[in-house]
């Protein structure tokens, strides 16, 4: 995991959140690959470019068209301190920060129900979770520009307890505090807690996470610490030793209500660089995985009435026929996997008998947790963990 530098920066740095793609490379750095799944592209074109000259941002190129495929980037100085430069369509469009997309992935880091709404002054509502006795929690997001700003949006809060996520703390000034101070908001940032895998997942520094969610009462522990396990569940601490289940089940607490199938579990468990080939196995996508596939798919198809231009019309048609070819090849139309072949059965049968005998080991001293995970994980080809209620697991 590594920490993001210039992609939570990025996000107060630019007003509108709204840049060409080259802009947003060099924006988010070493952090584009996260940042790339939060853009989308616009309708809308660059009237100018910074000109970069100098390393410097702030001298802006104006674009100029003499025809419908020859543009231009002029120098904005005068006398002109460089030449024109020939540019594409392309090289203007212009993506914005797809904030609901953003809103998704933290309302499941955090354990929320999503309930994305827009509240005005680049704020917005991620969902609410219960804190202790009957009372809720509002979780919101705001993407400020400035102290000013920040300070306006803290003042219109809502009455009763709020979490008010900013993507840095760079901009909690005296002002701000001073607001709060009167007030039941928890300020934080989320560079604190946040950071970013190899494939551009947004995931949490599990010790930072766990004080922003002290209030919640049903914060609950499952991960490895050193060479024994760290438990929690409704209040209640142990430490066990390494158990071989318990690295399934950290697995499926992780990504609750999700199916995985008992070699894509075995890989993720244990990161394997692939996932183990059963000899007669059609298929082992996950409920999960091709739940993704389809978000990503609508996702695609409704960018269509806004993508004008041939060539990003063609990719994204190539993109939307890729992965309908992977559902179609995957999944039935019922949307349930494929089934796979009497081959999986030995490893079914070793991986179940791994996650019976942890949970045995963990009955001796907490029988809460034992009989939640006995009643809540379900065994068999497909693997999962679906609670009848929401609880935050920290998992790593």
């Known amino acids: 995991m590594e920490r993001l530098e210039h992609f939570w920066p990025a996000l107060e740095a630019v007003p509108g959140r709204t840049l060409t793609l080259g802009e947003w490379r060099t924006i988010f750095g070493a952090d584009y690959d996260v940042g790339e799944r939060f853009l989308r592209p616009t309708a809308r074109y660059a009237q100018s470019l910074p000109c970069g000259r100098n390393g410097s941002a702030a001298c802006l190129r104006r674009v100029v068209e003499h025809g419908p495929d020859d543009l231009v980037a002029v120098c904005g100085e005068s006398p002109r301190a460089c030449d024109s430069t020939p540019v594409t369509k392309d090289e203007l469009l212009l993506y914005e920060v797809e904030v609901r997309r953003l809103a998704e992935d933290l309302s499941q880091i955090l354990g929320l129900a999503p309930r994305f709404d827009g509240l005005g002054h680049a704020t917005w509502s991620l969902g609410e979770y219960p804190a202790v006795g009957t009372r809720r929690i509002s979780v919101l997001l705001a993407i400020p520009n400035s102290s000013a700003e920040l300070s306006r949006i803290t003042a219109r809060l809502p009455s009763g307890p709020v979490i008010l996520l900013t993507p840095t703390r760079d901009l909690h000034g005296p002002e701000v505090d001073e607001t709060l101070r009167r007030t039941e908001v928890q300020l934080a940032g989320l560079s ?76 993720v468990a244990f ?39 041939r ?3 063609e990719e994204l048609e190539e993109k939307i026929k890729q992965i309908q070819a992977e559902l179609n090849r995957a999944w039935r139309p019922n949307r349930r996997p494929k089934e796979l072949g009497a081959e999986s059965e030995k490893l079914r049968k070793s991986v179940s008998a791994a996650i019976n005998r942890a949970i045995v080991n963990i009955r001796a001293s907490h029988d809460d947790l034992a009989n939640h995970l006995d009643g809540f994980i379900k065994r068999g080809v497909y693997f999962s963990y679906k609670p009848d209620s929401d609880i935050v697991w920290l998992t790593e």
Do not use: M
């Open 192 to 267: 604190d807690f946040l950071g970013g895998a190899p494939d551009g997942r947004l995931v949490a520094y599990d010790a930072a996470l766990r004080t922003l969610l002290q209030c919640r009462e049903d914060v609950a522990v499952f991960r490895p610490d050193g060479r024994v396990w760290e438990l929690r569940f409704r209040g209640e601490p142990v430490h066990l030793p390494n158990e071989v289940g318990f690295s399934y089940i950290a697995v499926l607490l992780r990504f609750a209500h999700s199916d995985f199938h008992v070699s894509e579990l075995q890989a």
């Open 271 to 309: 990161r394997l660089e692939k996932v183990p080939t059963l000899a007669s196995a059609e298929s082992v996508l996950s409920v999960a995985a091709g739940r993704s596939l389809r978000n990503e798919l609508q996702r695609l198809k409704e960018l269509r009435p806004e993508v004008t231009k």
């Open 311 to 313: 060539e990003i019309r």
